[in-house]
């Protein structure tokens, strides 16, 4: 499998412009998180679903965030419009079972916004 | 509502010796799973150990290993014979075993540096 798959690795942007976030979770697994990380507020939950349906999202910071999951194979992030203090990096990570059988969370390499 | 506690935000050990990194947490539940993530430079969100509450039995893989006090809420990372690729961001974390699917609760992390 090849894991967690988030797009773009890297993305610089300037202040007001939209940015989408795309993640493809490892199939068979049905939750999918999308988390934030920066250094003052460490990694913080945004949002999850759990069969493609969203169950909690009461860590978007503001209304200009928005995630879908349209289906069970791909998820987006959504800023708009985007400001300077957006500025982190975005994982997204699939619960599920893994090779050795266990269940456990499979993160994605990140998504590292920079917002001029 | 669950809390992670890592009280110690640096470490440092000399290559090939042990290191003893703490967690705690505060829970009122009686099953959950607690993990182990390391993040290296590169930033990836590593798992390096998995344990579940109900077995008794300390986990362990390879050169790591918990020391898992169920009765004092404790979960501590043990690295023997520390390596220079061990060198990264470790984060502790705790999920609930009930309702399914729910997101990870995550420390703020302990950095570990290795010295040749």
């Known amino acids: 499998d090849a894991g967690v798959i988030q797009s773009p690795r890297h993305e610089v942007t300037e202040m007001g412009q939209e940015v989408t976030l795309r993640c493809k979770p490892i199939s068979g697994h049905n939750s999918l998180f999308w988390y934030r990380q920066t250094m003052m507020r460490g990694l913080e939950l945004l949002i999850y679903?759990?069969?493609?349906?969203?169950?909690?999202d009461s860590g978007m910071p503001e209304d200009r965030f928005s995630a879908k999951m349209p289906n069970a194979s791909f998820s987006t992030l959504k800023i708009q419009p985007s400001e300077p203090r957006d500025s982190a990096v975005y994982f997204c990570a699939s619960w599920g079972r893994a090779s050795t059988g266990a269940n456990v969370l499979t993160f994605g390499a990140g998504s590292r916004l920079t917002v001029l | 509502a669950q809390t992670v506690t890592q009280s110690q935000p640096e470490m440092s050990v000399q290559e090939a010796e042990t290191v003893t990194l703490s967690c705690t947490y505060d829970t009122s539940e009686s099953d959950y799973y607690l993990f182990w993530y390391k993040q290296p430079p590169s930033r990836q969100m590593i798992l390096v150990i998995r344990q579940e509450a109900y077995k008794q039995q300390n986990a362990t893989e390879n050169r790591f290993s918990v020391n898992f006090q169920k009765a004092a809420k404790s979960f501590s990372l043990k690295i023997s014979d520390s390596q220079l690729g061990d060198a990264a961001m470790y984060f502790c974390?705790?999920?609930?075993?009930?309702?399914?699917?729910?997101?990870?609760?995550f420390g703020k992390g302990t950095r570990l540096s290795v010295i040749a």
């Open positions: 974390a705790y999920r609930s075993a009930w309702p399914g699917n729910t997101p990870l609760v």
């Open positions: 679903f759990n069969n493609n349906v969203p169950i909690d």
